[in-house]
């Protein structure tokens, strides 16, 4: 996590203009939406379960 606060694009462009990044030990990954002064967590997410929960949040 520590690289996509140092580089906020890190990840690909994912889903409601988020990016995603995935975690290498575990099964999760991070979703977040850059803007110019701050870097929001959207969800930590399971990559197997409940997929698309969090995208409610970004609206």
Known sequence: MTESVTHRSVG????HGTRRYLLERFPYFVVYR???EKLQVIAIA???RKPGYWRRRVD
Do not use: D
Request: net charge negative; glycine share 10%; aromatic share 10%.
């Open 12 to 15: 690909p462009t994912y889903l």
């Open 46 to 48: 399971h990559g197997k």
């Open 34 to 36: 850059e803007t110019e």
